[in-house]
């Protein structure tokens, strides 16, 4: 109870009594419809609301509690208030928000239509559903309040929705009914208001002379109850409906001078459906006409339909066809109220019900469309409404490249970051198909702040920043000193790492397919989304992540197929550059990075591993220049020729065209020293003098080791040491291979031997000991060494004093069941972990024989790798190699100098340009795809359509005689 709800009640909304009795004709009844004794005063003249009724403060109010109705269970009393037909719907709004606590809505829905005998088919259901729900969260939907005809369905459409979304849905359903016409009034008043008021749905307690008495709906959170001094009088809250739902569409929508959108729907109906349906339009709220939903709907539809061409006569005469029941006085009424709405053409829109919709099309879509219809086109509003909901679809049909000069640079924006932080990817697409350039809407403070979300939901910089150690460069600087930097002339790039880091799965591939350099993003994206599924714990998440990882791991290699197809010649050269953009490396390192062993194994193997082995050496060279000039360095200068040589007239690679241009311009001492430098630093030449080098090693070793091996170290001895050392320099990796296995392993030998030696030798004190039946004994045990010894009292003494000076050893204590702990541990680790060893043994052999030649390929291509980045001099002249480059990584880091990029700008472009190229023929197979599974679908709704035509038939005929009926 809020008791400055209840002073607010009091001081604000009025009731209304009529206190003048005026005889019915045919009754004892005043013509408001209560007995004569409830009215103090009497008269002949004719009955008249602001002659015969006074306005009192209001004695209804507070909540309701439903029984007898299980859809109401774990849901909230419902709030209700009895209020005067003349009620400032100001006070009734300040009610709603500030007294209700309900939050002004993103839409407003206004539903009238049938109260009695209405009934919704199956079809009728799912548009009424479709309608009501879909997507229509924050939002306020006003009925007349009973528990009958599409009132009734509103309510249990919203409370399905409701429990469905686990009691989440942001929807409240207002009733605005009439007071007169309520079962159980008398249970809902009290002066100082009910908290709750009980209300029961299986009884009925009035005893008012009204013959036509309907409850609540128990599916309406809230009520406001319209009393005009009448009782049993349907149609009185109509006008407080249609001013209330004006003020409500008055208010702003958060974003300056963009009002809440609001909508009335209209399903079929009587007399006061078209006064509602007038009445909203008079109010400038669009209405939307269900077309087959039954009589009023479908008489207005005609109406609205023929707007151009209709007559009065016609209108007339329809209405006489379908209110049948009413007199001369109100057809006419009604029929000018149609007139004048006739008026407004872009206030009212109709759906057709029993119409064929478009692939996917709803009501929900037909409701946005009246919108953006009442809006007259204008492009502001509609952009908001279908953003906020998510709509793109309306935007794609009344949108277009010229609408968006009608507005300001600012304001889009802010539609831009609006959709960028609230993930709605096809208003992104929407904004760069119509030919927006994002890069000119978003400066550097704003994807800043775009990446302080990402700063705040995950706890993975390492991944943007310390790529480093593995690329070269980090991809992002990113989350240094808790200030974001980004790259300003990269923003589609910066906002698919954004995506990628969320998981965002549209916004990225969105992104993706806007971004240069397509195969070296997918790859990093595959990378970035394992190491998050690693360190994710919740395993949805995880496996989200993984199934993320393997769609960019396939549109690598998609691409790159592509790009093949396109440029045999230039795939190799294209996948050895060096990618400033993605931490200055290479798409044949990214691969290995994101782990994608099959974007290895589908290149074209010979020719790649051709390329990679020979480095800048043309294969034309013959193998005895090859190995003449590894050894004679002078020669290679002369004899050796290489792919950029300007002799090569036909060359078609990019990247050898980009060098040669450069080449041209140097002097001859810089070309020969070039020369020089590419002999050696190609893989073959280094693995040739590699294995020339460990060659002549193992002919010192043995020589020393067998003929020359004396106590005092000599210089042949001290060069072995040299050369030894600079082999453990260069290995910096250990593999330990059955790592799980030796973790089982070792859980059962230290399990077993902590249990033994504290079963056998409890509270012993020595540490060597310990050790010794910790781990000793129970390692060498699964060999057949079992020191049965220990278990015996034979050359044993239980004489501490003997013990402490060594002149004999402790006897061991329960020997016995030590012997059974014994025999368990030997069956566990001979038997079972020496068949799990199999068992693991078989499984890796084979997976290596099923992926026999994939494995080659990755690891030729790791044994190539691993020689492209080795230094040229081998050991032990290597540590000439490593002292230089000790050297240059310390100058470097004095200096804060990154790895300078060996790409030619003029390759780059070449590179961007031809990828640009594949990427674009990818995306077009791929919407060609969609775009015949969309057919192939619109087939099968086509023919499925047909065969239930009889049904719909079937359907209208019945309407059809209820109608008449």
Request: negative net charge; contains cysteine; proline residues 4%.
């Amino acid at each position: 109870m809020d008791q400055i709800e209840i002073q607010f009640i009091k001081s604000n909304i009025k009731r209304r009594e009529c206190n003048t009795f005026s005889a019915n004709p045919q009754s004892d009844i005043c013509q408001c419809g209560k007995w004569r004794s409830s009215h103090p005063d009497e008269n002949q003249d004719e009955w008249q609301v602001e002659t015969h009724t006074t306005t009192h403060p209001t004695d209804a109010y507070g909540e309701i509690e439903f029984k007898g109705h299980a859809g109401r269970k774990g849901q909230e009393n419902s709030k209700f208030v009895r209020a005067d037909f003349k009620s400032d719907p100001g006070k009734l709004l300040e009610l709603i928000e500030k007294h209700w606590k309900l939050k002004l809505p993103k839409l407003l829905i206004t539903v009238t239509g049938g109260a009695k005998n209405f009934t919704l088919s199956r079809r009728l259901r799912a548009v009424f559903r479709e309608g009501l729900i879909r997507d229509n969260t924050d939002t306020w939907i006003l009925t007349g309040g009973l528990n009958c005809g599409v009132m009734k369905y509103v309510g249990e459409t919203v409370r399905d929705y409701t429990i469905a979304a686990g009691g989440t849905a942001n929807i409240a359903v207002i009733g605005i009914g009439a007071w007169g016409v309520l079962d159980q009034k008398t249970e809902l008043i009290d002066n100082e208001g009910m908290w709750p008021a009980t209300y029961k749905m299986d009884t009925s307690t009035d005893d008012s002379p009204e013959l036509e008495r309907e409850r609540l709906d128990p599916n309406h959170t809230h009520f406001i109850l319209v009393d005009d001094g009448t009782t049993g009088v349907f149609g009185k809250a109509i006008d407080v409906s249609g001013k209330l739902g004006k003020k409500i569409s008055e208010r702003n929508l958060g974003v300056e001078n963009i009002k809440i959108p609001s909508v009335c729907l209209v399903f079929g109906g009587g007399p006061n459906t078209i006064r509602a349906v007038c009445t909203a339009i008079e109010n400038d709220t669009p209405s939307l006409i269900i077309d087959g939903s039954g009589r009023a709907a479908d008489r207005l539809a005609y109406v609205f339909r023929n707007a151009s061409t209709i007559q009065e006569e016609e209108v007339a005469e329809r209405l006489k066809s379908t209110l049948q029941d009413l007199n001369s006085e109100d057809l006419d009424e009604l029929k000018n109220q149609i007139m004048g709405c006739l008026a407004k053409p872009h206030l009212f829109s109709v759906y057709e019900l029993n119409a064929r919709q478009e692939a996917g099309g709803h009501i929900g879509k037909a409701m946005l469309d009246a919108l953006f219809k009442a809006t007259n086109s204008k492009v502001k509003p509609g952009l908001q409404w279908t953003l906020l909901w998510n709509r793109v679809n309306v935007d794609q049909r009344n949108l277009d490249s010229e609408s968006w000069k009608g507005l300001d640079q600012s304001e889009i924006k802010d539609f831009v970051k609006n959709a960028i932080t609230r993930n709605l990817y096809a208003f992104l697409e929407l904004f760069m198909e119509s030919g927006l350039n994002i890069k000119d809407y978003l400066a550097v403070s704003d994807l800043q702040n775009v990446f302080e979300e990402v700063k705040r939901r995950i706890s993975l910089p390492e991944l943007l920043v310390d790529q480093q150690q593995t690329t070269g460069e980090p991809i992002l600087e990113n989350f240094k000193n808790d200030t974001i930097h980004v790259h300003k002339v990269t923003p589609i790039r910066d906002l698919f790492l954004y995506a990628i880091l969320l998981n965002r799965k549209e916004m990225s591939r969105l992104m993706w397919e806007n971004i240069d350099e397509a195969i070296a993003a997918a790859l990093i994206a595959s990378h970035i989304l394992k190491a998050m599924a690693r360190s994710e714990r919740v395993i949805n998440k995880r496996e989200s992540l993984v199934q993320h990882a393997k769609q960019y791991d396939k549109l690598a290699i998609d691409v790159l197929k592509e790009c093949y197809d396109e440029r045999k010649d230039c795939t190799v050269s294209f996948l050895t550059v060096n990618r400033p953009n993605w931490g200055n490396t290479n798409c044949l390192k990214l691969a290995v990075l994101a782990e994608n062993d099959k974007f290895i194994t589908e290149l074209p193997a010979e020719e790649l591993f051709t390329h990679i082995w020979l480095g800048k050496i043309s294969e034309e060279n013959a193998v005895w220049k090859l190995c003449l000039c590894a050894f004679c360095p002078g020669l290679c200068i002369w004899l050796i020729e290489f792919k950029n040589d300007s002799k090569d007239k036909q060359t078609t690679d990019v990247e050898e065209r980009g060098e040669e241009n450069d080449r041209s311009q140097e002097p001859c001492p810089i070309i020969c020293w070039k020369k020089f430098a590419a002999f050696y630093s190609a893989p073959a030449i280094k693995f040739t003098l590699n294995l020339v080098s460990y060659l002549v090693f193992l002919i010192l070793y043995s020589c020393i080791i067998l003929h020359d091996f004396e106590p005092n170290m000599g210089v042949w001895d001290w060069l072995l040491l040299v050369w030894v050392g600079t082999f453990c320099i260069e290995k910096f990796r250990q593999v330990v291979d059955l790592f799980f296995f030796v973790c089982i392993l070792a859980v059962c030998v230290i399990g077993y031997g902590i249990a033994l030696q504290a079963i056998m030798f409890p509270n012993e004190s020595d540490p060597l000991e310990n050790f010794i039946g910790v781990f000793y004994r129970p390692y060498f045990q699964i060999y057949g060494t079992l020191f049965l010894d220990t278990f015996t009292r034979d050359g044993c003494s239980d004489n501490t004093t003997l013990i402490d000076l060594g002149l004999a050893t402790q006897c061991p204590e329960n020997s016995g069941l030590g012997l059974v702990l014994l025999s368990l541990y030997l069956l566990l680790s001979n038997v079972m972990l020496l068949n799990l060893l199999i068992a693991m043994l078989s499984y890796t052999f084979s997976n290596v024989q099923d992926r026999a030649d994939e494995l080659w390929k990755i690891q030729r291509y790791d044994l190539f790798n691993e020689f492209s980045e080795r230094p040229p001099l081998p050991p032990p002249l290597i540590i000439i190699s490593h002292v230089y480059l000790l050297i240059r990584f310390c100058k470097r880091k004095a200096s804060k100098q990154n790895s300078e990029s060996s790409s030619n700008p003029y390759v780059m472009q070449k590179i961007v340009l031809w990828e640009r190229t594949g990427l674009d023929k990818f995306v077009l197979k791929e919407n060609q795809k969609r775009q015949e599974n969309v057919e192939e679908t619109t087939k099968v709704t086509d023919n499925n359509w047909l065969r239930s035509l009889p049904d719909q038939e079937n359907c209208s005929n019945r309407m059809v005689w209820e109608t008449s009926v």
